[in-house]
């Protein structure tokens, strides 16, 4: 049975409870950053929950009796666009519509920082545009007693197996793996050939 909690999520193939909190309560998938905030900061790791050993000065000192998640910090989790700000026309123009780049332009004062992560997240959407789906079928074993051509498992691909002498060739010859991530035909096997003797 699982175990795993916290951070990770509890690891279960329930997505609903990934966002599980130490009393066991849980916030939807769509949680706001102030909930998400929140989810961490009951996660984070105390002097009596902690799995490290402290074994030099150095360590104890640094991580043992170090400074820990600060109660009292909340980040900033959305910016105040003042109309009055002077910056504020100039990041509309840079910005346009990208919440990451305006978020960092009134967070950082800089428009050189909300520009590089204008350019970022431009090139972050391209490259998700551009990604093709691929289609595996997962990987086929060659039969007992036979062998199996080919090593690649990805849509439109064909697998073909022969078996060992003396022995004969049950299910499909080859099977290709198809748009819907599966094989086609029937699992292949190598069963023993029968010999027939003829008495006079």
Known sequence: MNQTRGLLGVMNDNPGDEYTFRNGTTMPLDASPQQLFAFGADWAVGNETSLFTYDTQ????TFFYGPKHNSSFLPVFVPHEDPTDP????????????????FDVLTTRSLEVGNATRI???NHKALVES???????????HPAKGRKEGTNYLMGSTIRFSCDQGYSLAGSEERSCQLTGTWSGNAASCLPSTAYMLCI
């Open 120 to 122: 970022s997240h431009q």
């Open 87 to 102: 910056l504020v026309p100039e990041m509309a123009r840079l910005c346009d519509s990208d919440p990451f780049c305006r």
């Open 58 to 61: 150095f360590l104890l000192n």
């Open 131 to 141: 990604l093709q789906p691929v289609v595996s079928c997962g990987w086929l074993d």
